[in-house]
């Protein structure tokens, strides 16, 4: 008899049109999902929630613009389903997406296939924190199952992990054109350092795993064959609640490039399993806003061939005793 396991991507969502209410809802789900660790009282998460609504729906509909990366995620779900589909064997694997702050939401994915006989929930972020692979971890310890079923499984471990770091290094020179004499910024998604007080934040945010990350990926780079960027640089997408974040920030880190008269520069967001707002609207509209001339823009990993293979070859890891 063939073992049943659901393996569940777990992103964190957006909306998919340019309405209000999609977009309230996603902002609201967010701030709740950060309020678990965050002081964002109610009253300033539903102002917040409501303006971010009406900026979403103005913006997306002034630049047409409409976020892929629930549909990336989706993608993603049916390409990990055809590499498993190859290698069953006495295991049969039945993919779906789950999403933080937008429907399916993953805990009621999570719910829904607990009759299997393992699930393994995947965070679809590189990094390890409390707000991504912390949540699945709590998740699963509340779905504990009777007798008979193994507990949830969190695939982490992601940001350190030299197979991934080889498909990124893979990708990256694939989509790169590395025009004469511009530079490299990996921006990855920055996290908070200090809260409002100037204290270090009471939760797992994944700070010493990006640091890491980055200084991997930076002098694999550096040091690949391939590589004739004139510099490369590392920056953060961070956002404006809760304290101080990480540092430089990308605005930060273009200004001194401009400062520094370079004038061409590719930008590959490294930081995401998937691309969406913050990667294709707010990094390009910063880009933009810096007065670099020249600015390409390398995809996140998305729906490559690779980072399938890779995933497959991590659940079958999981799997090993």
Not at 137 to 159: C, D, I, N, Q, S
């Given at each position: 008899m063939?073992?049943?396991i659901?393996?569940?991507?777990?992103a964190?969502?957006?909306?998919?049109?340019a309405?209000?209410f999609?977009?309230?809802s996603?902002?609201?789900?967010t701030?709740?999902?950060?309020?678990?660790v965050?002081?964002?009282?109610?009253?300033?998460?539903?102002?917040?929630s409501?303006?971010?609504?009406v900026?979403?729906?103005?913006?997306?509909?002034k630049?047409?613009?409409r976020?892929?990366?629930?549909?990336?995620?989706?993608?993603q779900?049916?390409?990990?389903?055809?590499k498993?589909?190859?290698?069953?064997?006495?295991?049969e694997f039945?993919?779906?997406?789950s999403?933080f702050v937008?429907?399916?939401?993953?805990?009621?994915?999570?719910?829904?296939?607990?009759h299997?006989d393992?699930?393994?929930l995947?965070p679809?972020?590189?990094i390890?924190?409390?707000?991504?692979?912390?949540?699945?971890?709590l998740?699963?310890?509340?779905?504990?199952?009777?007798?008979?079923?193994?507990?949830?499984?969190?695939?982490?471990?992601?940001?350190?992990?030299?197979?991934?770091?080889?498909?990124?290094?893979?990708?990256?020179?694939?989509?790169?054109?590395?025009?004469?004499?511009?530079?490299?910024?990996?921006?990855f998604?920055?996290?908070l350092?200090?809260?409002?007080q100037?204290?270090?934040?009471?939760?797992?945010?994944?700070?010493?795993?990006i640091a890491t990350?980055?200084?991997?990926?930076?002098?694999?780079?550096?040091?690949?064959?391939?590589?004739t960027?004139?510099?490369?640089e590392v920056?953060?997408?961070?956002?404006?609640?809760?304290?101080?974040?990480?540092?430089?920030?990308?605005q930060?880190?273009?200004?001194?490039l401009?400062?520094d008269?370079?004038d061409?520069?590719e930008?590959?967001?490294?930081?995401?399993?998937s691309?969406g707002?913050?990667?294709?609207?707010?990094?390009?509209?910063?880009?933009?806003e810096?007065?670099?001339?020249?600015?390409?823009?390398?995809?996140?990993?998305n729906?490559?061939e690779?980072?399938?293979?890779?995933?497959?070859?991590?659940?079958?890891k999981?799997?090993?005793?």
């Amino acid at each position: 008899m063939k073992q049943r396991i659901a393996v569940i991507l777990a992103a964190h969502g957006e909306a998919e049109t340019a309405g209000f209410f999609d977009n309230f809802s996603m902002n609201r789900h967010t701030l709740a999902h950060a309020g678990e660790v965050m002081n964002l009282p109610v009253p300033l998460q539903l102002m917040i929630s409501v303006a971010g609504g009406v900026k979403n729906m103005v913006q997306f509909r002034k630049k047409n613009f409409r976020s892929p990366q629930n549909e990336i995620t989706r993608k993603q779900a049916g390409l990990l389903a055809e590499k498993l589909a190859r290698q069953t064997g006495k295991t049969e694997f039945d993919v779906h997406t789950s999403f933080f702050v937008t429907p399916p939401f993953v805990e009621k994915v999570v719910e829904e296939t607990r009759h299997y006989d393992l699930q393994l929930l995947i965070p679809m972020a590189p990094i390890d924190n409390r707000l991504m692979s912390g949540s699945l971890e709590l998740l699963a310890e509340r779905h504990r199952p009777e007798a008979g079923r193994k507990r949830p499984k969190v695939l982490t471990g992601f940001w350190n992990d030299p197979d991934l770091l080889d498909v990124y290094r893979d990708h990256l020179f694939t989509h790169a054109s590395q025009s004469h004499g511009s530079s490299l910024v990996l921006a990855f998604h920055g996290t908070l350092e200090k809260d409002q007080q100037g204290r270090e934040p009471g939760f797992h945010t994944g700070s010493r795993e990006i640091a890491t990350m980055a200084a991997a990926l930076l002098q694999a780079v550096q040091n690949d064959p391939r590589n004739t960027y004139q510099r490369v640089e590392v920056a953060y997408l961070n956002h404006d609640v809760g304290g101080t974040w990480s540092s430089p920030s990308l605005q930060e880190m273009l200004e001194t490039l401009r400062k520094d008269n370079v004038d061409a520069l590719e930008l590959f967001s490294c930081g995401y399993f998937s691309d969406g707002t913050e990667t294709m609207l707010n990094a390009r509209d910063h880009v933009t806003e810096s007065g670099i001339k020249k600015a390409g823009f390398i995809p996140c990993l998305n729906e490559s061939e690779a980072f399938a293979d890779y995933l497959a070859a991590k659940v079958h890891k999981a799997l090993t005793p």
